[in-house]
């Protein structure tokens, strides 16, 4: 059964996400901005987040990139889980998985390593 959870609440676990992941690869994401959406694109109903921008692997040398996007949303992660627990969870994984996309890992290579 979805759980219900106040906008600014959320943004609680979205921030408590970021503070799990360690220093030293936070520090190495470019220009990179992290958004909450309550529900994504019509088409993609289901979707928990997304990878807005270009890879790190994939951008030339002295060109101007604008920031980068990360956007997580509420909707899905909130009707996918069955509590409190599992929400921090499933946020957890959504911002790991999306700053991977940052760094030019794709999906195929998330779900090898369990992060799927």
Not at 5 to 17: K, N, P, Q, S
Not at 54 to 71: H, K, M, N, S
Request: charged share 20%; net charge negative.
């Amino acid at each position: 059964m979805p759980i219900t959870i106040a906008a600014a609440e959320f943004d609680e676990l979205v921030a408590a996400a970021l503070d799990q992941v360690p220093q030293e690869l936070l520090a190495q994401l470019d220009n990179v901005v992290f958004l909450v959406e309550d529900e994504p694109p019509a088409d993609e109903p289901e979707l928990l987040g997304v990878y807005d921008g270009v890879p790190l692997t994939e951008r030339g040398i002295g060109a101007g990139f604008l920031p980068d996007r990360i956007v997580l949303f509420r909707g899905p992660l909130t009707r996918m889980v069955d509590s409190h627990e599992e929400l921090v969870d499933e946020v957890a994984i959504t911002v790991v998985h999306e700053i991977a996309h940052h760094f030019g890992i794709d999906n195929a290579a998330l779900h090898a390593w369990g992060w799927g």
